[in-house]
């Protein structure tokens, strides 16, 4: 039965009734981590979806108030663990917008380019899982392939493959090497042709675009209203992009394009996170290029920034810096007021709300998680689609449920 | 790009007569409506731009120095066209923790107050579908109240047993 009968009121309560329901998950290949959907289905065609989260809800805004600034990067980055280092970008972005804390040149260069590398680590498996999940595992081993590489760049960087907790207040942990330059520039080299296979078996497949062409479209309308960001909104035609509208980091000295299309379908999607990949690419190539030279913390007198490791370890002064930007007494003040910050993370845009009662520790640390409002929005993407098309919608909008649940 | 409009103006136009208090912090401007105006000021705002709901979320100022209201409830708006922000702040106090829906006015709305709802205990009147987001329904307590315990009041330890016989 077409789905404008089923909406009115003047149907026959027995069909409802007929209607059957199936659990989609909590476990579930296509639905990734834990997540459940309660569908109430005629025949194969979706009429409700009911999503319930929460299965992974491990309270990370309550910790957020005992941990402080520093500390908290360590729970940020297991959000949305498909692309840790966007997080921690993002928070610190928000902190020292509170603290009213200017970054060094060559901070800003290096976050842009593990922001640029997650952007395509993070495109790079939602679009290999969503061919996948629609039953093309090769392509999926290809993404997969370029991803490892960008694990052993950030393993470099910062000694971590996954959860680097690398950015600081004011700058980062440590300063990149030679060598890191150098893997980056070598993976400028060799992406552009992992890309190409993995585009050539994918975009045009004739199994695969059937499977998304026209299936779950998002509206213009709804994506704004519905709070939609990042890739999600930009295949529906909201042609926003906050490195572009508000400008952070380096975004402002590179040269890239605001990736749109207008279908609002799981194809457009796609074809949003592809382009994208290519961008992102572009400002990596640009920052490398271009890296500035100099310190990566902000001036090491004051309170702001974290003194360097080897000041720490080899003089008494360097001590007592670090000491006194770590004990809980000593550490700088706070302006007692509230500040959101936000970035365009790889899903969209991720904020974070913080207020401040004067501690270098939040007194409330909101996140605004782009997959939340993404995976509400679910319900107006399938109704009407065939149950094959589930693992097709869930793949296209991204849903990583640590980040969902915090 | 079109031009951000004077949100001061509109919202003291619809709103004769009423407190408004105005603020900025590093450049991000916020007012703060009483309660009981919060829907108007809304509706409001969205006819005057603001066609996004950015986030909807909930202070517990128990210990925060110097504060007088229990709860303070956040607004964060976003006009897509021109990028232009605003921060609308209402508080609250017990017993009376309601406020009306901004659902009708935003659909993002439908996840964001019920996750402020699970976590604060604050109602949101004339939602649709009205019940807790992350925490199982059963749950008693709003977690992210100051008077919660960060280690929890036991609730995961006593968790009753399910035998498989009962299931």
């Given at each position: 039965m077409p789905l404008d009968l089923i909406e009115s009121p003047d149907l026959d309560a027995g069909y409802r009734e007929g209607l059957w329901t199936l659990n989609f998950g909590p476990q579930h290949p296509a639905t990734h981590t834990t997540l459940r959907l309660v569908l109430k289905l005629d025949g194969e065609m979706v009429v409700e979806a009911d999503p319930d989260i929460g299965f992974l809800h491990s309270g990370f805004e309550k910790l957020a108030e005992v941990l402080d600034y520093n500390q908290y990067v360590t729970i940020v980055d297991r959000m949305n663990y498909i692309s840790p280092m966007a997080n921690e970008i993002a928070w610190h972005h928000a902190v020292e917008g509170l603290l009213g804390i200017e970054l060094t040149p060559r901070c800003k260069y290096i976050r842009t380019i593990f922001a640029e590398l997650m952007r395509i680590h993070d495109h790079l498996l939602c679009t290999g899982t969503c061919v996948l999940d629609l039953g093309g595992a090769t392509a999926f081993m290809y993404a997969f392939n370029e991803r490892e590489k960008i694990y052993e760049i950030c393993e470099r960087a910062s000694g971590q493959r996954f959860h680097t907790s690398y950015t600081r207040v004011g700058g980062l942990l440590y300063d990149v090497t030679d060598d890191w330059v150098a893997m980056v520039r070598d993976f400028c080299k060799t992406f552009p042709r992992a890309y190409r296979d993995f585009a050539g078996l994918v975009m045009k497949n004739r199994i695969f675009v059937e499977r998304t062409r026209d299936v779950g479209v998002l509206s213009k309308a709804d994506a704004i209203a519905g709070g939609a960001t990042g890739p999600v909104a930009r295949a529906s035609g909201v042609e926003r992009d906050l490195r572009r509208d508000e400008p952070y980091l380096a975004y402002n000295d590179l040269d890239f394009d605001v990736c749109c299309a207008q279908g609002g379908d799981c194809y457009s999607r796609f074809q949003v996170r592809m382009m994208e990949m290519v961008e992102s690419l572009k400002i990596i190539e640009q920052a490398i290029e271009n890296l500035p030279s100099g310190p990566v913390f902000i001036s090491g007198t004051g309170k702001e920034g974290l003194p360097d490791k080897t000041e720490v370890y080899r003089s008494i002064e360097g001590l007592i810096h670090h000491f006194e930007n770590i004990m809980p007494n000593r550490q700088m003040p706070s302006p007692k007021e509230s500040y959101y910050g936000a970035t365009e993370s790889p899903n969209g845009e991720l904020g974070y709300y913080i207020v401040s009662d004067?501690?270098?520790?939040?007194y409330r640390a909101r996140t605004r998680p782009p997959s939340v409002l993404h995976f509400s929005l679910f319900n107006r993407m399938i109704r009407?689609?065939?149950?094959?098309?589930v693992a097709a919608v869930l793949g296209s909008i991204n849903i990583i449920a640590a980040e969902l649940d915090r | 790009m079109s031009e951000s409009t004077n949100l001061k103006e509109v919202l003291e136009s619809k709103l004769p007569g009423v407190a408004l208090a105005w603020s900025e912090f590093r450049s991000q401007q916020r007012v703060r409506v009483p309660a009981l105006q919060i829907a108007q000021a809304l509706r409001a705002l969205r006819d005057a731009g603001m066609d996004q709901i950015v986030d909807i979320t909930a202070v517990?100022?128990?210990?925060?120095?110097?504060?007088?209201?229990?709860f303070e409830v956040v607004y964060l708006l976003l006009?897509?066209?021109?990028g232009q922000r605003l921060t609308v702040k209402t508080h609250l106090n017990e017993p009376d923790l309601k406020l009306p829906s901004a659902y009708p006015i935003w659909i993002g709305a439908d996840w964001l107050e019920r996750e402020v709802y699970d976590m604060f205990g604050i109602v949101f009147e004339g939602h649709p579908n009205f019940k807790r987001l992350?925490?199982?329904?059963?749950?008693?307590?709003?977690?992210?109240?100051?008077?919660?315990p960060v280690k929890g009041r036991g609730e995961r330890h006593n968790f009753p047993i399910i035998t498989r016989a009962e299931s």
């Open positions: 004067g501690d270098f520790k939040a009407g689609c065939m149950l094959s098309d | 517990d100022m128990l210990e925060y120095p110097g504060a007088t209201d229990r006009d897509t066209q021109s992350l925490l199982p329904d059963a749950f008693e307590s709003f977690p992210l109240r100051k008077d919660y």
